[in-house]
């Protein structure tokens, strides 16, 4: 079975719970998405730095609240339009790529994700939605600003 007999759409459907959004290590940003973030919340770059991210591992994630959650989430995505390219993936990550078994184990915190299609189905599927999905965001008009 491959991607165009199953679609993206049959294996996962968001439920909006914000799991994604919960611990696993932060979320990556490039410098476009620090720029993207900064333009669409109204401010600085080094402003979002300084608050709202946190060194690991030699890069920069968004930090999180006491709770474990992403500081941009607030019962949902406050930065939605423009989050980082890791979050518009969910949950269609390169992980499930290296190591399928990732797709269950990433299921049992994310409601959204449904695990009765074969393996090469939705290794299929991931590797569809990866390839279709841009590397950089783009910056939005200010008339999107939410913050």
Same mark, same amino acid.
């Given at each position: 079975?491959?991607?165009?007999?199953?679609?993206? /759409?049959?294996?996962?459907?968001? #439920?909006?719970?914000?799991?994604?959004?919960?611990?696993?290590?932060?979320?990556?940003?490039?410098?476009?998405? %620090?720029?993207?973030?900064?333009?669409?919340?109204?401010?600085? $770059?080094?402003?979002?730095? /300084?608050?709202?991210?946190?060194?690991?591992?030699? #890069?920069? %994630?968004?930090?999180?609240?006491?709770?474990?959650?992403?500081?941009?989430?607030?019962?949902?995505?406050?930065?939605?339009?423009?989050?980082? #390219?890791?979050?518009?993936?969910?949950?269609?990550?390169?992980?499930?790529?290296?190591?399928?078994?990732?797709?269950?184990?990433?299921?049992?915190?994310?409601?959204?994700? #449904?695990? $009765?299609?074969?393996?090469?189905?939705? %290794?299929?599927?991931?590797?569809?939605?990866?390839?279709?999905?841009? $590397?950089?965001?783009?910056?939005?008009?200010?008339?999107?600003?939410?913050?």
């Amino acid at each position: 079975m491959t991607c165009e007999a199953v679609a993206p /759409d049959d294996i996962f459907e968001c #439920r909006k719970c914000g799991h994604c959004c919960q611990g696993f290590g932060g979320t990556y940003v490039t410098p476009r998405d %620090v720029d993207n973030i900064a333009e669409y919340t109204g401010i600085s $770059e080094m402003e979002l730095r /300084d608050r709202y991210c946190q060194p690991s591992d030699g #890069r920069l %994630v968004l930090a999180q609240d006491a709770d474990g959650f992403c500081v941009f989430w607030d019962k949902l995505c406050t930065i939605h339009p423009v989050k980082p #390219r890791m979050c518009r993936a969910w949950p269609f990550i390169e992980g499930v790529l290296r190591a399928p078994e990732n797709w269950t184990h990433m299921a049992e915190a994310c409601p959204g994700i #449904r695990t $009765e299609f074969p393996e090469k189905a939705i %290794v299929a599927c991931v590797r569809q939605q990866l390839d279709a999905l841009p $590397e950089d965001g783009h910056v939005y008009p200010n008339n999107l600003k939410r913050i």
